[in-house]
């Protein structure tokens, strides 16, 4: 190797370790501006079990760390999901000098769609799923059943489900990323539709908790967002096609 390209190599590896501490700091930086708030957060983000708690029932926690960690751990994460713009933005600045021109013009847009369906997974999640799963766990058991669920393990659940939703939405960039790159095309994703369907129901017993419920919750959505991948993926084609012929 030569010695201009060991130093091209490592002032990539300089940009690259620049551009994690920035994404480190703006998550520690989100993190102390909420910190304060843990405990307000978690109410929040326990609101649709407590909606459907006894009026007697309460939530517990059976380890004596749980009242502090819990919140602690769940404010550490909605850092890392606040930060997911920024941390995006330096991704992008990295890779973004050695793309073409009609490249970034491609990327752009779905960096921004990936940010925007990310979140806009977490609070479907939240505001939809949520309240029916939830609704429909604490109204069924014996009528002598205390419900008392335990703080770390709702917690544990909520975020699991945060994290399947988040990342299922993301299928329509998926979808468009691999028909722009050649890897397939719609054509051969439409022919391969059943297979797709088995598969996404796979994908959601892995992702959610192990009840019916919540797998076809998440299966449904996916499906969706499949179709909708096909056809900006094949907007998108037609489109790029269009601007190299012209």
């Known amino acids: 190797m030569s010695e201009q390209a060991k130093s091209g190599f490592v002032a ?12 480190l700091l703006s998550i520690l930086v989100i993190f102390i501006g909420l910190v304060y ?14 909606a459907h708690l006894p009026s007697t029932a309460t939530m517990i926690a059976t380890d004596v760390t749980a009242p502090f960690f819990a919140p602690f751990k769940l404010t550490l994460f909605v850092a890392l999901f606040g930060a997911i713009p920024w941390i995006l933005h330096q991704i992008w600045g990295f890779i973004a000098p050695g793309l073409y021109q009609h490249e970034k013009r491609m990327l752009m847009p779905i960096l921004a769609s990936s940010i925007l369906l990310f979140y806009g997974g977490i609070a479907f999640c939240y505001f939809i799923v949520l309240p029916i799963i939830l609704g429909f766990f604490t109204s069924v058991g014996p009528q002598m059943m205390t419900l008392a669920p335990d703080i770390s393990s709702y917690l544990g659940f909520v975020l699991k489900l945060f994290f399947a939703f988040g990342v299922a939405f993301e299928i ?11 890897a397939t095309t719609t054509q051969s994703l439409k022919q391969k539709r059943p297979y797709i369907v088995v598969g996404v129901f796979v994908v959601a017993m892995f992702l959610t908790p192990p009840d019916v419920l919540s797998q ?5 959505p996916m499906l969706l967002l499949f179709e909708l991948g096909l056809i900006l993926a094949k907007f998108y084609s037609a ?8």
């Open 239 to 246: 489109k790029e096609q269009q601007e190299s012929e012209e």
């Open 216 to 220: 076809t919750l998440l299966a449904l």
């Open 37 to 50: 708030f843990a405990n307000d957060i978690y109410e929040f983000v326990a609101a649709p079990l407590v």
């Open 172 to 182: 329509p960039v998926a979808i468009m990323l691999l028909c722009w790159s050649g």
């Open 12 to 23: 990539h590896l300089i940009e690259l370790r620049d551009r994690l501490i920035k994404s």
